[in-house]
């Protein structure tokens, strides 16, 4: 169907204090939006990630529910990006694509969800073809917002930590905000496989904390759990018993009629980005 204001020429005419002007018709901006969505390359399994559906059952998903729409209101004047840190199973790549199509949605601009691992591949398959490295590169460098997701899931090299070194250092000077997703551990110990230092190196760790706001997600209740200082054998164990658990919460939203809201919440001690709960590692096959 033509749109009936424009008759499908994208333009229509405004008039204010008597004098006509002509000025883009909101159908043209409906498709732009809707065009620079389905280019964004968010994956079909994050179709449905919405900040609407974000479940904020802990205080630090609540917390960074809230400086997820910061950013999206924000936005472009924001001072930093987002790094959202945390085990997989929390949401982290839910809310960096739901604050991915908000801003593209309200802010009328283009932006890309890269998954580390697949961005490096694309990169790397350049080498073996015609294709220039910029020409895989370039959109990520230059989008008005990227989202880089799992950050460091990659074994690391010099070719990776100089690769990814290379995107966090540009869009650092460019001042172009970047929402980024991990599950490495803020660590000193640069030979703690998992840390940034480790797979990353120290300058582009050091980037990242000028260049981002570095938000702890964590879908635990320490209280529960048996105190911030839980053992793993004591996390291990709720993950398995309590129904608030991440592994229990799926089937257990099926099962009730209402999510269980409004009970009590230990609080979170308030982080410094080093005194991260003694997970057991990453689950099986995540
Ligand atoms: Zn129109």
């Known amino acids: 169907m033509p749109c009936e204001i424009c ?6 005419t405004v008039e204010t204090d008597g004098v006509s002007r002509v000025t883009r018709c909101e159908c043209w901006h409906q498709e732009t939006t809707a065009r620079a969505l389905s280019s964004a390359r968010i994956q079909k399994r994050y179709a449905h990630c919405e900040l609407t559906n974000f479940e904020q059952h802990y205080d630090s998903l609540r917390d960074a529910y809230r400086k997820a729409v910061r950013f999206v209101e924000q936005f472009p004047a924001v001072e930093k990006g987002l790094l959202l840190i945390g085990e997989n199973g929390v949401g982290k790549t839910h809310l960096a694509v739901a604050v991915l199509k908000a801003v593209v949605r309200t802010k009328r601009i283009q932006g890309y969800f890269y998954e580390t691992g697949e961005l490096l591949k694309l990169v790397r398959d350049t080498y073996a073809s015609d294709t220039n490295e910029m020409d895989v590169l370039r959109p990520v460098l230059e989008a008005d917002l990227l989202v880089l997701d799992d950050l460091g899931v990659e074994k690391t090299s010099e070719w990776v930590q100089e690769t990814l070194g290379h995107v966090v250092n540009i869009r650092y000077s460019e001042r172009r905000p970047t929402v980024f997703t991990t599950n490495l551990v803020d660590s000193d110990d640069s030979t703690h496989p998992r840390s940034f230092l480790y797979r990353l190196g120290p300058r582009t760790r050091s980037r990242l904390f000028e260049m981002c706001e570095w938000v702890h997600m964590e879908a635990i209740d320490s209280r529960e759990v048996g105190g911030p200082d839980a053992t793993p054998e004591q996390i ?5 018993r309590s129904p608030l658990s991440p592994k229990n919460r799926e089937r257990a939203r099926t099962a009730l009629p209402a999510k269980t809201g409004g009970q009590a919440r230990a ?13 057991p590692g990453g689950r099986a096959g995540s």
């Open 236 to 240: 291990q164990r709720w993950e398995k």
């Open 7 to 12: 008759n499908a020429t994208g333009w229509k």
């Open 267 to 279: 609080h979170f001690p308030p982080r410094d980005g080093k005194g991260e709960l003694k997970w």
